[in-house]
């Protein structure tokens, strides 16, 4: 068990004294300057020969001058952030026989209270300590924590707070309370105020409190359109991951990665709608009609998908069906394949002199459940643009969409890529001629990506396979005899 014990102080008109002044007290002032509790703050007086600007600016009080022991007069809470440290020893041991509180940085035997990591969703604060034996973990893990908690919780509770008084009128009962807020923080109106609908939360939470059921005026389902990005968890957006653990119901797709299903609560159900190449085990319609039935039952729904629900995702389709079904949608973003897939094998999609822009792609038109229909693309537009070409789905395809792209103008040696399982731990990438896609291609399996254009040739050679070059074409000029120096002299 810790020998520190947590305990949170209002400093609201009380006198902080911090002696030292320079970077480190600049910092423990900058903590405690709004830490009153009503927005006033603390006092603080520094006492310190030399004073930065900002630590100034920060004080109520600056004395300009070595620590005296009168200094401790009043004082409810003491800082010796000075570099002598035979003067913090000092100030400690007085502030000690005064029964204040005193912290000496990084000194936990002369302090009486460690200052901790701090995570302000004020105001919600949240503190992590390690009894101070290292205040570098004590960082990280508040960053995760930061990761963890929603931006705007701190004005949640702000909202819950001005309901406070009307829900004691309307629910007597402490048990009733309990429950009544516990719906609203866990359904949909702290879930609308937090996606940015203070309205719509504020109208839900009104007309709860005026129904004769508050349970049954509040809880309502919603679908999220979420995107899972191409497969490392890291990748998930923050919004994405809150969601995820809010979830009732996941109805999620083949090519999202089992890590990122760690992150869904235990109690929350999942349903497999994943599709592969002439294998569609649930229809399109079938999973609207999913999503809808869901909804309307009350649950949270997140619809998950890997890349981004918006491109080539389906989630346009989706949304429109649940819109017309009068059911909430919310649309999270993510990391599309070629955003992601370029990064993890270095790849720029845009670099000067190289490609203006990018354009994305796929190899499988609008033909029905199970079809492989040609898509209607203008190849001659595609080779024309100076771009970077991204064609999703495209693996079976490769050879034909090399063909095409030939048969339009491009060069034959224009440098190309498939990564296969992009961002993930058995990531693979092949490089090659355009000419020699359709075997570059050959023998992989996996959700893969093709790119093509110069700025394959900038792509990190330690993240291409080894033995790619021996199974492709060995003509001169193909890609394995050139380097990344080529593009980049090119872009010069």
Not at 120 to 144: E, N
Not at 188 to 193: L, S
Not at 322 to 332: D, I, P
Request: aromatic share 4%; with cysteine.
């Amino acid at each position: 068990m810790s020998a520190a014990f947590p305990l949170f102080l209002t400093l609201t008109g009380q006198t902080v004294l911090i002696v030292g002044g320079g970077e480190l007290a600049l910092r423990k002032a900058r903590l405690v300057a709004g830490a009153g509790g009503d927005g006033r703050g603390a006092r603080l007086v520094v006492v310190a020969p030399e004073v930065h600007p900002d630590l100034a600016a920060l004080a109520a009080e600056v004395r300009r001058r070595p620590f005296a022991a009168s200094d401790l007069d009043g004082v409810t809470l003491v800082f010796a952030a000075g570099e002598d440290e035979d003067e913090a020893a000092r100030v400690a041991d007085l502030a000690r026989a005064r029964g204040l509180l005193v912290n000496v940085p990084d000194r936990p035997a002369l302090s009486t209270f460690i200052m901790p990591a701090i995570v302000d969703r004020g105001p919600i604060t949240v503190a992590i300590s390690t009894g101070g034996t290292s205040p570098v973990l004590a960082r990280r893990l508040r960053a995760r924590i930061e990761a963890a908690l929603e931006p705007g919780l701190g004005r949640l509770a702000t909202f819950l707070d001005g309901f406070r008084t009307a829900v004691r009128a309307v629910k007597s009962d402490e048990t009733a309370r309990r429950r009544f807020w516990e719906r609203v923080i866990d359904g949909p109106v702290a879930q609308r105020f937090l996606a940015g609908d203070e309205a719509g939360a504020h109208e839900q939470l009104v007309k709860a409190l005026n129904a004769g059921d508050a349970g049954d005026a509040i809880e309502g389902g919603s679908v999220a359109l979420v995107g899972a990005g191409p497969g490392d968890p890291d990748l998930l957006t923050l919004r994405a991951l809150r969601v995820l653990q809010n979830a009732d119901v996941v109805v999620h797709d083949k090519l999202v990665d089992d890590r990122i299903l760690d992150y869904v609560r235990r109690d929350a159900r999942r349903v497999y709608v994943g599709k592969s190449k002439s294998c569609h085990t649930v229809s399109q319609d079938e999973i609207n009609a999913l999503l809808v039935r869901e909804a309307q039952a009350g649950h949270r729904v997140v619809r998950l998908k890997g890349g981004d629900p918006f491109i080539f995702g389906r989630g346009g389709e989706e949304m429109a069906v649940l819109r017309a079904a009068g059911v909430a949608v919310e649309l999270v973003p993510g990391i599309t394949a070629a955003v992601g897939c370029a990064a993890a094998t270095g790849i720029p999609l845009t670099h000067r002199g190289l490609a203006q822009g990018i354009t994305l792609v796929t190899a499988h038109g609008a033909a029905a459940e199970g079809g492989s229909a040609e898509p209607a693309i203008d190849w001659t537009a595609l080779a024309r643009l100076d771009h970077t070409l991204a064609v999703y789905m495209g693996l079976s395809k490769a050879g034909l969409v090399a063909e095409r792209l030939i048969a339009a103008g491009k060069a034959p040696g224009t440098p190309v890529a498939v990564v296969q399982n992009g961002t993930r731990p058995d990531q693979t990438l092949a490089v090659g001629r355009l000419a020699d896609l359709g075997a570059l291609a050959a023998g992989l399996a996996g959700p893969a990506l093709i790119l093509v254009g110069e700025v394959v040739t900038l792509a990190d050679p330690s993240k291409i396979a080894a033995d790619i070059f021996t199974t492709v074409s060995s003509a001169p000029g193909r890609l394995g005899d050139t380097t990344p120096e080529r593009g980049l002299k090119a872009a010069v």
